[in-house]
């Protein structure tokens, strides 16, 4: 495995690659590394001659006061999971490789950005448009690989691609969890204890509302309704960041479930945010 952290070696060695007829897989992540991540890896590995790893805490996806700073970070460990999966290059630049000083340039999917994690991030999906479509433009990527759990983001990022004509085909894996129906998240170590024991909550509730749904429950108000009463007597500690009922590809709000319909919510349980989400109708 090769390791590059300068943006201009990673593209030329992607094009070698592609000149001797190889295509190309790219797992863009932020790192930290749990059972999620080497699930993508490891499809990923499936999809394509060459297998890329990104590794790269993008500071334009975070807000002010998020946790930039405090991201939890083990890049040797990373390094060793990812050789581990096949990976050909990891790539890891800081951020003055990726950014210019004077950087102006951003790219938006504003009509897809603005509910659901964009209502309390502003920023954030356009720092990751931004930072995707300059990892795809770096390593001509023929697929790329994205997990469930961030289920807006690849939504939007799958428009981007439609929208600007990126040739390159995006794939979604499955949500993976703790046997306790958690899902994995590097940020789930900033729960204490406690807070972890009642974690797992927050898919029981979604469930809950899965099954209304399935049993002939179409209201949005009613559904949103039993899974907050499920939260206020067995997640007393967690804080609501957003609870939406929207169409999944469209992200547009939904006020009856009568198609395709996705809910997904964000939690706050002391320093974590936790997202997750379920498709009421697939």
């Keep these: 495995m090769q390791i590059f952290t300068n943006?201009?070696?990673?593209?030329?060695?992607?094009?070698?690659?592609?000149?001797?007829?190889?295509?190309?897989?790219?797992?863009?992540?932020?790192?930290?590394?749990?059972?999620g991540h080497e699930d993508l890896m490891?499809?990923?590995r499936t999809q394509a001659k060459r297998l890329v790893v990104s590794l790269f805490v993008n500071p334009t996806q975070f807000g002010p006061g998020e946790d930039l700073e405090a991201y939890p970070r083990?890049?040797?460990?990373?390094?060793?999971?990812?050789?581990?999966?096949?990976?050909?290059?990891?790539?890891?630049?800081?951020p003055e490789t990726m950014y210019a000083p004077d950087h102006a340039t951003w790219v938006e999917v504003?009509?897809?950005?603005?509910?659901?994690?964009?209502?309390?991030?502003?920023?954030?999906?356009?720092?990751?448009?931004?930072?995707?479509?300059?990892?795809?433009?770096?390593?001509?990527?023929?697929v790329a690989v994205f997990g469930?759990?961030?289920?807006?983001?690849?939504?939007?990022?799958?428009?981007?691609?439609?929208?600007?004509?990126?040739?390159?085909?995006?794939?979604?894996?499955?949500?993976?969890?703790?046997?306790?129906?958690?899902?994995?998240?590097?940020?789930?170590?900033?729960?204490?204890?406690?807070?972890?024991?009642?974690?797992?909550?927050i898919r029981k509730a979604l469930l809950f509302a899965q099954k209304l749904a399935q049993s002939g429950e179409t209201s949005v108000k009613l559904?949103?309704?039993?899974?907050?009463?499920?939260?206020?007597?067995?997640?007393?500690?967690?804080?609501?960041?957003?609870?939406s009922i929207v169409h999944p590809?469209?992200?547009a709000p939904l006020t009856e479930v009568t198609g395709p319909a996705l809910m997904a919510c964000a939690v706050r349980m002391g320093k974590a945010r936790l997202i997750d989400n379920i498709l009421l109708r697939p």
């Design 110 to 142: 504003p009509e897809l950005s603005r509910g659901l994690c964009g209502l309390t991030r502003p920023v954030h999906f356009r720092g990751v448009c931004t930072v995707v479509l300059k990892l795809f433009m770096l390593t001509g990527a023929d």
């Design 7 to 35: 943006p201009q070696e990673l593209s030329a060695q992607c094009k070698a690659w592609h000149r001797a007829g190889d295509d190309i897989a790219l797992v863009p992540t932020m790192g930290y590394y749990h059972q």
């Design 249 to 251: 590809e469209s992200m």
């Design 148 to 201: 469930q759990k961030d289920w807006q983001q690849q939504a939007i990022l799958r428009r981007m691609v439609r929208d600007l004509d990126v040739p390159v085909r995006i794939e979604t894996r499955e949500t993976v969890r703790e046997a306790d129906g958690l899902a994995l998240s590097s940020r789930n170590v900033y729960l204490s204890p406690d807070e972890r024991a009642h974690a797992p909550e």
């Design 74 to 94: 083990n890049a040797e460990r990373d390094a060793d999971i990812a050789r581990s999966h096949g990976a050909d290059a990891l790539f890891m630049p800081q």
């Design 223 to 243: 559904l949103r309704e039993a899974v907050l009463r499920r939260w206020a007597e067995f997640l007393p500690m967690g804080r609501l960041d957003y609870l």
């Design 42 to 44: 490891a499809f990923a």
